[in-house]
Nanobody, 125 residues
Framework: VQLVESGGGLVQAGGSLRLSCAAS???????????MGWFRQAPGKEREIVAD???????????HYVDSVKGRFTISRDNAKNTVYLQMNSLKPEDTAVYYC?????????????WGQGTQVTVSS
């Protein structure tokens, strides 16, 4: 499974970005059962999970967020496109980091089975 992120960039504080992560090497039916998520790593800091979305049975998915992004970030997925998104609003300078897409072939994302290469998000004050 390969994960390719896109959508990072430079934005002013208060602005928005949408990250995308396209998965290949997996069928759409299988992808729909994968747990998907986003981690980030700022310089000098450990990688932290930002948000994840996991299959909870039937057509239901459950999303989790780290407290620092609740109400500002939204994770979503389009199983028909094998893609997961992270909509980031009201961005703050402390959101500056490399953002990594991650996937796991189970109902829990951690620890991930697959990682993307990362995309830089820089928020200027």
């Amino acid at each position: 499974v390969q994960l390719v992120e896109s959508g990072g960039g430079l934005v002013q504080a208060g602005g928005s970005l949408r990250l995308s992560c396209a998965a290949s090497g997996v069928s759409g039916r299988t992808f729909s059962s994968y747990s998907m998520g986003w981690f980030r790593q700022a310089p000098g800091k450990e990688r932290e999970i930002v948000a994840d979305i996991s299959w909870s049975g039937g057509v239901n998915y459950y999303a989790h967020y780290v407290d620092s992004v609740k109400g500002r970030f939204t994770i979503s997925r389009d199983n028909a496109k094998n893609t997961v998104y992270l909509q980031m609003n009201s961005l703050k300078p402390e959101d500056t980091a490399v953002y990594y897409c991650a996937a796991a072939n189970r109902r829990q994302l951690v620890p991930p089975d697959y990682w993307g290469q990362g995309t830089q998000v820089t928020v200027s004050s």
